[in-house]
Nanobody, 131 residues
């Protein structure tokens, strides 16, 4: 099972950008779909984007579509989330998760069918969007 260390968060003004990273430890990183999730204060966690193993197909939830980009570097066991035009509603702790079989394609309201094991999450990285 993969374990993740997330980084790259910080305080940014509305309209700003951040690039998050998550480095995985464990074997066969390239066999896993990697998902980015977030949890805002007082709210349930939500998936925001994912990238499949193999062909690298991606999926974005509607609220981040055209603003966020997910990619991965299998040689570095690392996934990234480029976040542009950040808004206060993007304020949250961001986490990575892995899935053996989930396939990411297109866009939609949520990462349907992916219920991450939040007890296995890393510490996450805090993104705060505020003027």
């Amino acid at each position: 099972q993969l374990q993740f260390v997330e980084s790259g968060g910080g305080l940014v003004q509305p309209g700003g950008s951040l690039r998050l990273s998550c480095v995985a430890s464990g074997s066969s990183f390239d066999d896993y779909t990697i998902g980015w999730f977030r949890q805002a204060p007082g709210k349930a966690h939500e998936g925001v984007a994912c990238i499949s193993s193999g062909d690298g197909a991606t999926y974005y939830v509607d609220s981040v579509k055209d603003r966020f980009t997910v990619d991965r570097d299998n040689a570095k066991n690392t996934a990234y989330l480029q976040m542009n035009n950040l808004q206060p509603d993007d304020t949250a702790v961001y986490y990575c998760a892995a899935h053996r079989t989930y396939y990411c394609a297109g866009t939609g309201a949520a990462l349907y069918g992916w219920n991450p094991d939040i007890n296995s999450w890393g510490k996450g990285t805090l993104v705060t969007v505020s003027a």
